[in-house]
């Protein structure tokens, strides 16, 4: 979806308006303010404190990515407002996101990003900073492209994950009814 795009800003624009083609429970807003944007994601879906923690936490981490691909160094973040992990609260995610990151008592994060990283632009689209030599060789997760290629991947997956392969696993993997 982001691919194309010329800032930071366009990319997580054009990331929000998709979303909800693609996701029903992961709920993402860019809100723009004098001189800062604001990025807020929750999930409608209740998990544990720590699932939710380690989610927003990879959420975080894909906003700073994007901002990082214009350019800057870190920290990106000018705050960044999380749940925190219940064993470890916040403190392990300043490594990463620098001196600004606060603990919420909301289900979700939201980060505060300076207008001038937002909008720095990317050196080059980001489709051509795509590696195409670098997956020549990698096997499609859906097998030959086929259903009976899918479902035979998802098969050996839930076998490795000692999980019982069942008819009701596979077509909600699938998204479709056991008739279909």
């Known amino acids: 979806v982001a691919l194309g795009t010329r800032t930071p800003g366009e990319a997580l624009t ?8 693609y996701c029903s429970h992961e709920q993402v807003s860019v809100q723009r303010k004098p001189g800062k944007y604001i990025v807020s994601e929750f999930f409608a879906h209740r998990f544990d404190p720590e699932t939710q923690h380690t989610l927003l936490q990879y959420a975080a981490a894909m906003v700073d990515r994007i901002l ?3 350019g800057d160094p870190p920290p990106r973040l000018e705050k960044l407002e999380i749940p925190p992990h219940p064993t470890y609260g916040v403190e392990h995610l300043r490594n990463w996101f620098g001196e600004r990151v606060f603990e919420t008592k909301s289900r979700g ?4 990003i300076d207008d001038r990283i937002m909008n720095r632009p990317f050196s080059t689209a980001a489709r051509h900073r795509l ?3 670098g997956v020549t060789g990698a096997v499609s997760l859906r097998g030959d492209g086929t259903l009976a290629g899918s479902v035979r991947s998802l098969l050996v997956s839930m076998i490795e994950c000692d999980q019982a392969p069942t008819m009701k696993r596979v077509v909600a993997a699938a998204g479709t009814s056991a008739r279909t």
């Open 14 to 21: 054009r990331i929000v308006a998709a979303l909800p083609y």
């Open 68 to 70: 990082g691909l214009a």
């Open 109 to 112: 994060f939201t980060a505060m």
């Open 131 to 133: 590696n195409p030599r």
